[in-house]
């Protein structure tokens, strides 16, 4: 009598099959939707870089590394007052 020999025939792994396709598609998945979730924020540049503003033109830069911005709203506020300075956005595809 042989310890190794068993009399239960072998079925086939059902559940190990389902968990690698299962696996398999989250991986596809993720690599598929990577680009969508960005990891760097949008970078705001003001100039002149001061700490009070005056009778000098403001320029506000906005750029992105990753897919881009659909709009940007430039408020100033001052208390309880606020002004929406320049509001722009790109049209959708």
Not at 53 to 60: C, D, R, T
Request: no cysteine.
């Amino acid at each position: 009598m042989n310890a190794f020999n068993s009399e239960k025939p072998r079925r086939f792994p059902v559940f190990t099959v389902l968990l690698l396709i299962v696996i398999a598609g989250l991986a596809v998945g993720a690599y598929y939707l990577a680009p969508r979730f960005e990891r760097s924020a949008p970078q705001i540049t003001l100039t002149p870089d001061t700490d009070v503003l005056g009778q000098a033109p403001l320029e506000i830069v906005v750029t992105d590394q990753g897919a881009g911005l659909k709009s940007v709203t430039a408020t100033l506020s001052v208390g309880a007052r606020s002004t929406t300075s320049r509001a722009s956005s790109t049209p959708s595809p």
